[in-house]
């Protein structure tokens, strides 16, 4: 550091500070210094150390010029951003052609968690609205991006989902709403008519020319005219069409779903059109100017005018700008042709008030692996004001899922303390769900206990009440027979929350071949109690159906007869058998070949299964579960007695049964079909092991996940 270079802060009042140079000791210091000392201080710790930022360093020095342009201001000067972009009309459309393919790229990398000041506002033409306005073209798709910009940060706040990528709705200070906003799509539209007209224009026959000659052309070639004025429209057609769609998905009550397809469908046709422009950009581009490698942001091929993505760097503060890569051009156009196959998920659903539906549904969604705008969109639709779609309280959901019996007015049962906290519970579970699968199931582990301890005064203060339960019958009174209802489904609720938080661990790769045997066994454990508590709640119900109307002399008659089961408890039937099949030939496998039982380097057996349980196990969810039932469970299994029990010939069995249930339902008939192969394969795989002797060193055993993302299946190999 030269003499030169020396900062010197103005007079404070204070004693004078005195600046010395010290480069000189620096270089000393730097030809002792070996790879991986350090000089520092007494007081330099090792949290300072990792809060330092390296000075210099492009990814964590938000200060270090990158850009050679301290200021927007400065970068326009330099004529970074021209307008218009040249005095040649073909070039000018050109280089907006690329500007509005390098917004699309960035918007997709914003999408994707990265930051806006270095994304979308890193174009200065963005930056600078005010600017444009003497090139209607280039100010009405600039428009139009920021309002969009400011939509889809509302739905993500709104949601509460940019807590999985803080930096989503950070922005920096930068304007994200301006005055004329709201009249963006009426400048787009303008636009918008006046290529169509140039368009048609260019396409008229002779015949036509006469009554088209006050048309100016759109650039000076007219052999590319009707090329650049399709390029340009899919572009402004897609931004329009986008932008219906986030106006008409926060319309309340899912008002706007129908009309939000519509457009969705027109963003698609769209997102086609702009692929086919390609070529023919190409085309038109100089061999000097275009870059034919895959990472292109642009159509053309070509650098794009007016950005700058380190001149929002200071902005960043006090974190550091990532070191981003914008997505592709060809990468964004399938970023938002998925995004909008998602939405069209969500706006294609019933809004249907029954809650075990919604349920289905959410994880049915997440299966598709929704990025963070759709899934926003789906929590802002399921929860709206504190009720369901905005239009049905969430005491009237809990009514119709847990079957309650139909109070009097006067009881005023919504307000009650343990009906309001289950209410807090569901609202606050359907946002749960709506947020990636790694934050799901953190706070699925979390919120469990929540509803444990729910479930737990609901069933003390029923005793208090009324007594225990057994002693209950079905002509107690109404307030009896709410209570019963409600921690019933509670605690099928809670059941339900446990099996999709051990679920989640297969999709998420949590458990290794070794914790299989464990996992599906506590997995069968959960499905047990859950089908109980489903069988539970749809007894009083049925009960009641079947007595209301007829005499008491027939009830005798009604104790032998059963009611059939319900699909949706066999289905469950399916699960069940198939997660206690492979426990047992895990834990056959584990005695007889000592496979899937390797010890952990840095913790026992018994340490997993706290460490997976944990949160299972602090809610009590089942109670006196403990990792020695588990060892004493699978002790003594082997396949001498396995291949006697047909658990996976059960689950295909009833897999096939379901069939006409569910004949109606595509998604369930898909599940069906997971169940049946998932059983099938397993079954022979067991065969297989048990002819060829489980002590057989030839053989290899494996478990992939081929057919259900959550149940293996075993794969048998002789080497």
Not at 295 to 319: E, H, K, M, V, W
Not at 434 to 455: E, F, I
Not at 698 to 714: D, Y
């Amino acid at each position: 550091m030269g003499e030169r270079d020396i900062y010197v802060p103005p007079s404070t009042g204070m004693a004078p500070v005195v600046w010395t140079d010290v480069s000189s000791l620096l270089e000393a210091a730097c030809q002792d210094l070996e790879e991986g000392e350090l000089i520092h201080g007494e007081n330099f710790s090792l949290f300072a150390a990792m809060s330092a930022l390296e000075i210099m360093d492009p990814k964590m020095d938000s200060g270090i010029r990158n850009s050679g342009y301290n200021s927007v201001d400065e970068a326009i000067e330099n004529g970074v951003a021209p307008i218009p972009f040249s005095s040649v009309r073909t070039v000018d459309v050109q280089c907006t052609l690329d500007v509005m393919d390098h917004l699309l790229a960035c918007e997709a990398t914003w999408h994707k968690g990265h930051s806006l000041a270095q994304t979308v506002f890193s174009c200065i033409y963005v930056l600078r609205l005010e600017r444009t306005s003497s090139h209607s073209l280039l100010h009405s798709y600039c428009r139009v991006i920021r309002a969009t910009c400011n939509a889809v940060i509302s739905v993500v706040s709104d949601a509460r989902t940019h807590e999985e990528e803080d930096l989503f709705t950070m922005a920096y200070g930068l304007t994200l709403k301006g005055e004329g906003d709201d009249k963006c799509l009426s400048m787009l539209n303008a636009v918008e008519e006046t290529i169509s007209r140039q368009l048609r224009a260019c396409k008229a026959t002779s015949s036509k020319k006469r009554v088209s000659d006050d048309i100016e052309p759109l650039q000076d070639d007219p052999d590319m005219e009707e090329g650049y004025c399709k390029a340009l429209l899919c572009r402004i057609r897609f931004r329009k069409h986008f932008y219906h769609v986030l106006m008409s998905m926060r319309k309340p009550q899912g008002r706007g779903l129908e009309l939000a397809r519509k457009h969705i469908a027109a963003c698609l046709t769209e997102l086609k059109c702009m692929l086919k422009s390609l070529e023919f950009l190409r085309s038109t581009t100089s061999e000097s100017l275009k870059d034919d490698t895959e990472d292109t942001t642009t159509a053309s091929g070509c650098q794009p005018i007016g950005f700058d993505a380190s001149i929002n760097n200071r902005l960043s503060a006090p974190i550091p700008p990532r070191s981003i890569k914008i997505l592709s051009w060809k990468k964004a156009i399938e970023y938002f042709e998925k995004l909008l196959h998602d939405l069209d998920v969500i706006c294609s659903f019933s809004l249907n008030p029954l809650f075990e539906d919604i349920l289905r549904f959410v994880v049915r969604f997440q299966k598709l692996q929704p990025d963070l705008v759709a899934r926003a969109h789906l929590q802002v639709l399921l929860v709206q004001d504190g009720k369901l779609y905005g239009r049905d309280t969430i005491f009237d959901v809990i009514s119709r899922a847990a079957k309650l019996p139909e109070v009097p007015k006067n009881y005023n049962v919504q307000n009650n303390e343990f009906v309001v906290q289950l209410g807090q519970l569901v609202t606050n579970l359907l946002k749960i769900l709506c947020t990636n699968a790694a934050w799901q199931r953190r706070k699925l582990g979390k919120v469990l206990q929540d509803w444990s301890v729910t479930s737990v005064q609901l069933e003390m203060a029923f005793r208090r009440e009324f007594g225990e339960i057994p002693s209950i019958s079905a002509d107690e009174n109404i307030c009896m027979r709410l209570s019963k209802h409600l921690l019933i489904w509670a605690e099928e609720q809670t059941f339900w929350i446990a099996s999709r938080f051990l679920m989640l661990g297969f999709e998420l790769e949590l458990y290794s071949p070794n914790d299989y045997c464990m996992v599906y066994w506590y997995m069968y454990v959960i499905l047990i109690k859950l089908s109980e508590k489903a069988q539970l709640k749809m007894v009083p119900s049925s009960d009641a159906v079947t007595r209301k109307g007829k005499k008491k002399r027939d009830h005798s008659k009604d104790i032998v007869r059963e009611p059939p089961i319900p699909p949706s408890i066999l289905l469950l039937q399916c699960y069940i058998y198939l997660a206690e099949g492979l426990t047992m030939m895990l834990a056959a496998l584990r005695n007889e070949r000592d496979a899937f039982k390797k010890p952990g380097v840095f913790n026992t057996e018994q340490e997993r299964f706290i460490q997976h349980f944990d949160f299972l196990q602090r809610a009590h969810v089942p109670d006196n579960i403990t990792y020695l039932m588990f060892s004493e469970s699978t002790l003594q299994v082997h396949f001498s007695t396995l291949v006697k029990y047909n658990y996976f010939r059960d689950a295909q069995k009833i897999a096939k049964e379901l069939r006409g249930s569910f004949s109606s339902d595509p998604d369930r008939l898909a599940e069906l079909k997971q169940i049946e192969q998932v059983a099938e394969y397993n079954w022979v795989a067991l065969n297989v092991i048990g002819q060829a002797g489980a002590n057989d060193p030839s053989l290899k055993i494996s478990f992939e996940f081929n057919h259900h993302p959550c149940f293996a299946v075993a794969v048998v190999k002789r080497s």
